[in-house]
Structures are given as C-alpha cells and as structure tokens.
C-alpha cells in the first residue's frame, strides 16, 4: 500500500493547500463526513499502564542504578517513592517517570557512551 501511495502524483494527494484529497474522497464511502472533516488528532501512549506492568522492572533497573542517584544530583529515596506511589496506583507519576527514565538514556548515551 505504501509503495502505491508513493507513486500517486502530488496533485491527487494535495489540492488547494489540503492534504490527503485522494484518500479522504475514496472514504467518502465508508466514513462519516464528520471524520473526514475534523482536524487532525494524535494518540496517547498508555505510559502509566506500560510503568505499572510491560515496563515495571525495566524502569525500576534503569532508574535505581542511575548515574544521578550515585552522583548524588537525585535523592535514592525520592525516585523510589515516586516509582512506588505510581505502581500502587496512589499517584499517577507517568510524567516524571518518563522524564527521568529519557534523561537518564539521554546521560547514559551521550555523556557516559555507555
């Protein structure tokens, strides 16, 4: 499907500055105008679930051995609180959690090269 997409000439993909003329004519058929019109939306990342249970450990491996805890730039007992209080569902920490679990990758990567 990609590759037949990609040898559709521009002109049936864009028209008036609008995008995906083609395909929103084709699901003209099948979809209710009110899809075909709305603005365009993103998805979410089902990151609370994922740091409750597929990326549980994970997590708690990375961030308890970060180089910012043995640095002494985040405080061990603050990061197991926030990773306890998100697993017993008290507190929705999704947000930190990512961030600390990324800027950890991040200093891993490009300033240890590990």
Known sequence: LMEFVATIPTEYKIRHSKLKCILKKMGKTWLPEKILSRKKQGFGVPLRKWFRQELRDMTQDILYSSHFIREGIFNHDAIRKILEEHQNAK??????????????????MFIKHE
């Open 91 to 108: 507190r929705d920490h999704q947000h930190r959690i990512w961030v600390l679990l990324n800027l950890e990758l991040w200093y891993r």
